[in-house]
C-alpha cells in the first residue's frame, strides 16, 4: 500500500504555462515533505521542501503548496521552462527520522 | 565538489553470482541510504546506516546485505542475485545539519541487470 501517492504519470505543458504536480498521501504522522526533480542518467536532485507547520513555500519560480485536511501537496512551477522537462518526486518524511517515503514520479514534459 | 559516486554505473550479471556496488560520499555525512527505482513504484529504500557500524533494514531489504565500516563509504551487497533485483539503484546521503529539510543527495545510479 503505497503511502505517497502520485497519480499522474505524466504531464504536457506549453513553455511560459503554470506546470502543477500533484501528490497525496494517507499517512498522517508525516511532517514534512520534499520534492525533488531528475533527469535521465542521473541521480534525484533536492529542489524543495515544506513542514507540516507551513502551507506554502516558495523559491524563485516554484512553490510548494500543503493541505494537511486533504492530505495533498502540489508543486507549482511557473514559468515553465523546457529544461524543467524531467521525472518530479514527492516524499515524505516524519520526525527526526531520515527516512523518506517516495512517489512513483511524474514525467513533466514542457514544450517549446 | 560535494558528491556521492556508485560505481559500476552499469552492470549485467548472471543469478547467483555475488556483487558489491560501491557508495561514497565526500560531505562527511552520517545518515547513507540505498534505494532501488522501478517503473511505476517510484524510490524504495533498501537499507540505511545512521552512523558507522550502525544500519538498519528499510523498506525492500531481502536480498541485500550493506557494510558500514567507515563514515564516507557504505557498499551495496547482493550475494545470490536473482532477476527481480534487476533495477535502478541509489546511494544517498543527508546532511543532518540542515534541520527539518533532511535534503538527501543522491548519487548518479547504478542500473543492474540480473539474467
Known amino acids: 500500500d503505497q503511502q505517497v501517492k502520485q497519480n499522474s504519470p505524466s504531464l504536457s505543458v506549453q513553455e511560459g504555462r503554470i506546470s502543477i504536480l500533484n501528490c497525496d498521501y494517507t499517512?498522517?504522522?508525516?511532517?514534512?515533505f520534499l520534492w525533488y526533480k531528475k533527469y535521465p542518467a542521473e541521480g534525484p536532485t533536492f529542489l524543495i521542501s515544506?513542514?507540516?507547520?507551513?502551507d506554502k513555500n516558495e523559491d524563485g519560480r516554484f512553490t510548494v503548496f500543503l493541505n494537511k485536511s486533504a492530505k495533498h501537496l502540489s508543486l507549482h512551477i511557473v514559468p515553465s521552462q523546457p529544461g524543467d522537462s524531467a521525472v518530479y518526486f514527492c516524499?515524505?518524511?516524519?520526525?527526526?527520522?531520515?527516512?523518506?517515503?517516495f512517489g512513483s514520479g511524474t514525467q513533466l514534459t514542457v514544450l517549446p | 565538489e560535494a558528491q556521492v559516486t556508485q560505481n559500476p554505473r552499469y552492470l549485467i550479471t548472471v543469478t547467483g553470482k555475488k556483487l558489491t556496488v560501491t557508495c561514497s560520499q565526500n560531505?562527511?555525512?552520517?545518515?547513507m541510504s540505498w534505494y532501488r527505482q522501478d517503473p511505476g513504484l517510484g524510490l524504495r529504500q533498501i537499507y540505511y546506516?545512521?552512523?558507522?557500524?550502525?544500519?538498519d533494514k528499510g523498506d525492500v531489504p531481502e536480498g541485500y546485505k550493506v557494510s558500514r565500516k567507515e563514515k564516507r563509504n557504505f557498499p551495496l551487497i547482493l550475494e545470490s542475485p536473482s532477476p527481480n533485483q534487476t533495477s535502478l539503484y541509489f546511494c544517498a546521503s543527508i546532511n543532518s545539519g540542515r534541520g527539518f529539510n533532511n535534503e538527501q543527495f543522491f548519487g548518479p545510479g547504478t542500473r543492474l541487470t540480473v539474467l
Open positions: 560531505m562527511n555525512h552520517e545518515y
Open positions: 516524499a515524505a518524511g516524519s520526525g527526526s527520522a531520515r527516512q523518506l517515503t
Open positions: 515544506i513542514s507540516s507547520i507551513k
Open positions: 546506516s545512521m552512523n558507522v557500524e550502525v544500519t
Open positions: 499517512n498522517s504522522m508525516f511532517d514534512y
